[in-house]
Every structure is written in C-alpha cells, then in structure tokens.
C-alpha cells in the first residue's frame, strides 16, 4: 500500500528557505512520479513540483519555478522540496502524492492529481510570516 509521509514545515521570515521531505513506502519506486502539492487556506489544491523517479527528471510550476528544488534520494526512498526566496503567499498546507499509472512526470501528472486524488496525507504546513 502506498505511504508517504510529509515533514519539515514551519514557520519562516520572508525570503527564508525550508526543506520539505517526502518519506515514502509500500510501492515500486522506480515506476512511479512523485508530485508536491499545496493548499493554501480558501484555495484549491495546486501542484507545484514532481520528479520521475527512473531518471531524476523534474517539473515546476510558474509559482515556484527559479525559487524551489525538488530532488530524490533513491536510497532513502524519500524526496525533499528545498524552498527558498519564500513569500506570504508560499503559505499553505504542503503534500507529496504518487499514484498508479504516472511514472513520469509533469503539468498533466500535477493537475489531474490535484483535481482527482482522493487519499491525501496530513501535509505539513508552511507558514511565511514577519
């Protein structure tokens, strides 16, 4: 069964950095894309990142794109978001999710996770605040 466990949110000054990781388990890594999400408070969910975990290939979103890292550390089975540059409206809810079916990733892995996935994890929230 899929598992995937978020961590390392917090509370952060404008234009300061976190890393988000992603701990995952329960399915064949190398077949699968592993996106980050967020949901911010009144807003829909967005994807905003994801690699492919077969060959490292990476997909951003204009919103992060220049300012975000996604990365994998294949032996660890988990994926980390480094942020930096953070701004007030960086502030959400933060998750990573997978499904069967996507083992590459981008826009369409991104939106139709957003849009469809059913079970989500508790996220870990990240609040950009002075």
């Known amino acids: 069964q899929v598992q995937l466990v978020e961590s390392g949110g917090g509370v952060v000054q404008p234009g300061g950095s976190l890393r988000l990781s992603c701990a995952a388990s329960?399915?064949?890594?190398?077949?699968?894309?592993i996106g980050w999400f967020r949901q911010a408070p009144g807003k829909e969910r967005e994807g905003i990142s994801c690699?492919?975990?077969?060959?490292?290939?990476?997909y951003y979103t204009d919103s992060v794109k220049g300012r975000f890292t996604i990365s994998r550390d294949n032996a660890k089975r988990t994926v980390y978001l480094q942020m930096n540059s953070l701004k007030p409206e960086d502030t959400a809810i933060y998750y990573c999710?997978?499904?069967?079916?996507?083992?590459?990733?981008?826009?369409?892995?991104?939106?139709?996770?957003?849009?469809?996935?059913?079970?989500w994890g508790q996220g870990t929230p990240v609040t950009v605040s002075s």
């Open positions: 999710a997978t499904d069967h079916g996507f083992p590459v990733c981008g826009s369409y892995f991104l939106q139709t996770l957003a849009r469809n996935l059913e079970d």
């Open positions: 329960g399915f064949a890594w190398d077949l699968y894309a």
């Open positions: 690699i492919t975990n077969s060959n490292g290939n990476t």
